[in-house]
């Protein structure tokens, strides 16, 4: 089946600082996406994603096929910006089954 | 936006209970989706459905039925509940087949089986 893994588990940074969020996955990918879920529980969508690079404010995302990877990049952190990120994808195998990492846990520190 | 409702937002129920959770998206998208999420985990696929009527079976679908009764609503239903299904549970739609298959989430429901 498909997997996918991300890195770090966890990340603590203080503010200021950038991350780098990776997202590696074993199988050919029909699409990408990056959430961040609140603390409360919610998800937000960050980046539809299925190749190419996408920028959004602060927020950089790069989904290389080949390589089977997408990564996400955050500069300048900010505490607001603490909470988990999950990648999500979709295999090329026709189940159109969107299938998560377990997650970043990003704590940003003043 | 597509829009992704759930109800309730949060549930108690007993062990052995009946639980009916549902969803309904607004617009029209043709597959949805039912997850749950652990402590420490990422979201974990119960069921899916690519239309009214139909019903797929996702990677964890031990203990839960699902039911699509029209392209809009999709129901999912614990009939003996159990600790183990204590949970955070989201519905998702996705427009698959055309250019963009982003998936839209709804806010979740918290579920606890006491």
């Known amino acids: 089946g498909q997997q996918v893994q991300q890195s770090p588990a966890s990340l603590v940074l203080q503010e200021g600082e950038n991350a780098e969020l990776q997202c590696n996955f074993s199988?050919?990918?029909?699409?990408m996406q990056w959430f961040y879920q609140r603390p409360g529980g919610s998800l937000v969508s960050l980046f539809y994603?299925?190749?190419g690079t996408k920028h959004s404010g602060r927020l950089t995302s790069t989904t290389v096929i080949k390589e089977r990877r997408s990564s996400l990049h955050i500069s300048s952190s900010q505490t607001t910006d603490s909470g988990t990120y999950l990648c999500?994808?979709?295999?090329?195998?026709?189940?159109?089954?969107?299938?998560f990492g377990a997650g970043t846990r990003l704590k940003v520190i003043a | 936006e597509a829009a992704v409702t759930q109800s309730p937002r949060n549930k108690v129920t007993v062990t052995g209970g009946n639980v009916t959770l549902s969803c309904r998206q607004t617009?029209?998208?043709?597959?949805m989706y039912w997850y749950r999420q652990d402590t420490g985990h990422g979201l974990r696929l119960i069921h899916y459905?690519?239309?009214?009527?139909?019903?797929q079976i996702g990677d964890v679908p031990d203990g839960y039925k699902a039911t699509r009764t029209t392209q809009e609503d999709f129901f999912l239903l614990l009939e003996l509940a159990s600790p183990s299904q204590t949970s955070l549970y989201f519905c998702?739609?996705?427009?698959?087949?055309?250019?963009?298959?982003?998936?839209?989430f709804g806010k979740g429901t918290r579920l606890t089986v006491v």
């Open positions: 998702a739609s996705s427009d698959v087949g055309q250019a963009n298959t982003e998936v839209f």
């Open positions: 199988t050919s990918l029909n699409s």
């Open positions: 994603n299925p190749s």
């Open positions: 999500a994808l979709d295999g090329d195998t026709g189940n159109y089954k969107y299938v």
């Open positions: 617009n029209s998208h043709n597959y």
């Open positions: 459905s690519y239309g009214a009527g139909n019903l």
